[in-house]
C-alpha cells in the first residue's frame, strides 16, 4: 500500500460544477497537507495549505483534513474551464526540511 | 520574487551519455529539493539541501546521480552514464527555511528524453 492514495481519474465535469477530490493516507504522522495544481507539461503551483484537521477557504477552493479518518479533500465551487488540470495532494510529517510525499494526482477536465 | 526557474526546459541525449541541470530558487530561499516525476505520478523526492549542505537523499538518488549546491544559491543535478529509465521530469522546490508556513514553490521542471 502507498502512503498516499489518489484517484487519477481523469474527472469531467461541466462549467460551474462542484469538484470535489480526495485523497488518503496510511501515515499517522502526516500533518501538513497540501494541494498543488499542475498544468501539462509544467511545474506544480501551490494551491492550498492546511496544518492538522480542519477546513481553510481560499476563494473557490475549500481544504479539508480528517485526520482521524486520514483523508483530505478539495473542492471547488464554480468550477471554470481554466481549472483544467491534474491535481496533485502532498504531505509531510514535518514543517520544514523534508521531501513532500505526493499522490499520483487526479486529472480534471472542466468543459464549458 | 522571479520564481524557481530551470535550465534547461527540455534534454533529448542518448543513453551512457552524461547530463547537468541546473535550478536557481527563489532569492533568499535557504532550502532547495530535487524531485523526479514520472509520467502519471506525483513527483518523488530526490535530495534537499539546506544552505550549501545536502541533509537527505532519497534512495532513488542512485550512485549515478550527484547534487550540489556549491554557495547555497544555485543548484545542480548531474545524471552520469544516463539510462533510459531515467526519463522523466526533473523538479526543483525551494522554500524559505523560516518558522511558520514553510512551503515548497515548483520550478517548470527539465523534461530529459534518454535515447
Known amino acids: 500500500q502507498k502512503e498516499v492514495e489518489q484517484d487519477p481519474g481523469p474527472l469531467s465535469v461541466p462549467e460551474g460544477a462542484i469538484v470535489s477530490l480526495n485523497c488518503t493516507y496510511s501515515n499517522s504522522a502526516f500533518q501538513y497537507f497540501m494541494w498543488y495544481r499542475q498544468y501539462s507539461r509544467k511545474g506544480p503551483e501551490l494551491l492550498m495549505y492546511?496544518?492538522?484537521?480542519g477546513n481553510k477557504e481560499d476563494g473557490r477552493f475549500t481544504a479539508q483534513v480528517d485526520k482521524s479518518s486520514k483523508y483530505i479533500s478539495l473542492f471547488i465551487r464554480d468550477s471554470q474551464p481554466s481549472d483544467s488540470a491534474t491535481y496533485l495532494c502532498a504531505m509531510s510529517a514535518w514543517q520544514a526540511g523534508t521531501a513532500l510525499i505526493f499522490g499520483k494526482g487526479t486529472t480534471l477536465s472542466v468543459s464549458s | 520574487d522571479t520564481g524557481v526557474s530551470q535550465d534547461p526546459r527540455h534534454k533529448i541525449t542518448k543513453r551512457g551519455q552524461n547530463v547537468t541541470f541546473r535550478c536557481d530558487p527563489i532569492?533568499?530561499?535557504?532550502?532547495l529539493y530535487w524531485y523526479r516525476q514520472t509520467l502519471g505520478q506525483g513527483p518523488e523526492f530526490l535530495t534537499y539541501f539546506q544552505n550549501e549542505a545536502q541533509l537527505e537523499k532519497s534512495r532513488l538518488l542512485s550512485d549515478r546521480f550527484s547534487a550540489e549546491r556549491p554557495k547555497g544559491s544555485f543548484s545542480t543535478l548531474e545524471i552520469q552514464r544516463t539510462e533510459q529509465g531515467d526519463s522523466a521530469m526533473y523538479l526543483c522546490a525551494s522554500s524559505p527555511g523560516r518558522a511558520g508556513t514553510d512551503t515548497q514553490y515548483f520550478g517548470p521542471g527539465t523534461r530529459l528524453t534518454v535515447l
Open positions: 532569492s533568499e530561499h535557504n532550502r
Open positions: 492546511t496544518y492538522s484537521s
